[in-house]
């Protein structure tokens, strides 16, 4: 029909595959242009589909947990031009009486499972977000202070405890999120489909830190943060210009090795899941670029609003899993078919043996361990070490 236009799922998406996560309209609500319409998730992200038309949502053809392929028509809106003609295409059900607030709005998937686990009914919070929409912040600040004010204990007695049989355990289900399902299929995936190798070298920060101390006012001075971060980053594109086949991807044919260096830096979201959004072309850019394209996209990461497009093309992957307080990890290529990814420990003093002057001396450092996992298919172990001697020269030599 000419009057009707339809909702696409984006012919380009970050992800192994999409998942229709929530309807933020009903069936005969009135859209406008622009205004938020579906959400998809990703095992990477969630994102939200605009109305492509102003008008009157017509028909939901993908309903919530449906899985969907790019371009996939998800519903459609239909045309409308004066009030009398919204109204007259509405369907019968939107004439009757309006249906209580808590069921009409259709809320955010992080707003549904801060009701689940608050107990706190959306409807009764008031929302900043867009138009008046509760947002996840919205339901943190209810339940801190339901918290801060405690509800008045009944005067009763309780019924006595009843103890489970010696041997059961007590749990609880967690219903597992799209993302955790779609994340846990390409693991599976990536184990299955690569023989997964890695080596293990410890770089000494003592230069980088050196460094930083001398320099961090300056960047902060141009609202730019001077994380670790970025020289790992500088480092990892020093590596690649002496083994350029680190920064490749597997195909059965062949080995496509790519000459810009987009590094996807992997961002865990708590119990949400892990992002990786992507640096592109890092050898082209300095220090403070770097540390400042790490800024904006690691914070708009954890603030939940990057797009596919901060996600997409990424052809090597940094793993800072120390940040998490881990010495030593052997990450999984996230995203295949890339060859390697690079894991970084905890950032920590140790006491290490060095020569000076032809004797050897006990010293205080500041080391973490660096692993590079590689696919065997793609990779073997001279260019490993070769990879992995590079980057860690980089970061000890780093120029004062």
Known sequence: M????????????????????????????TVALDDPLVELETDKVTQEIPAPITGILHEILMQSGEKTEPGAVLGRIKLTGSAEARVAA???????????????????????????????????VTGSGKGGRVTRADMDA??????????????????????????????????HSPMRLAIAEHMQMSVSTAPHVTAVFEADFSAVIRHREKNKAAFAASGVSLSYTAYIVAACVAAMKAVPAVNSRWFDDRLEVFEDVNIGIGTALGDDGLVVPVIREAQNLSLSGIAARLQDLTSRARAKALTPADMRGGTFTI?????????????????????????????????????????????????????????????DGHQTNTWLTRFVETLESWPQ
């Not at 909702?7 to 929530?22: C, H, I, M």
């Not at 995203?335 to 140790?350: D, M, T």
């Open 2 to 29: 000419a009057d009707l236009i339809d909702v696409l799922a984006p012919e380009e998406q970050e992800g192994t595959k999409a998942v229709v996560r929530n309807w933020l309209k009903a069936v005969g609500e």
């Open 90 to 124: 509405a369907p019968a059900a939107t004439k009757e009486a309006a249906p209580a607030v808590s069921e009409a709005v259709h809320h955010s998937p992080a707003v549904r499972r801060a009701a689940e686990e608050y107990g706190i009914d959306p409807a009764t």
């Open 142 to 175: 209810a339940h801190e202070a339901a918290l801060a004010t405690p509800a008045p204990q009944p005067e009763k007695t309780l019924p006595p405890r009843t103890e489970k049989p010696s041997g059961d355990l007590r749990s609880r289900s967690i219903k």
């Open 319 to 379: 793993s800072n899993h120390g940040v998490s307080g881990s010495l030593v990890a052997t990450p999984i290529i996230i995203n295949q078919p890339q060859s390697a990814i690079l894991g970084v420990g905890k950032l920590e003093k140790r006491v290490v043996v060095q020569e000076v002057d032809g004797v050897d001396t006990i010293q205080i450092r500041p080391m973490a361990y660096v692993s590079l996992t590689i696919d065997h298919r793609s990779l």
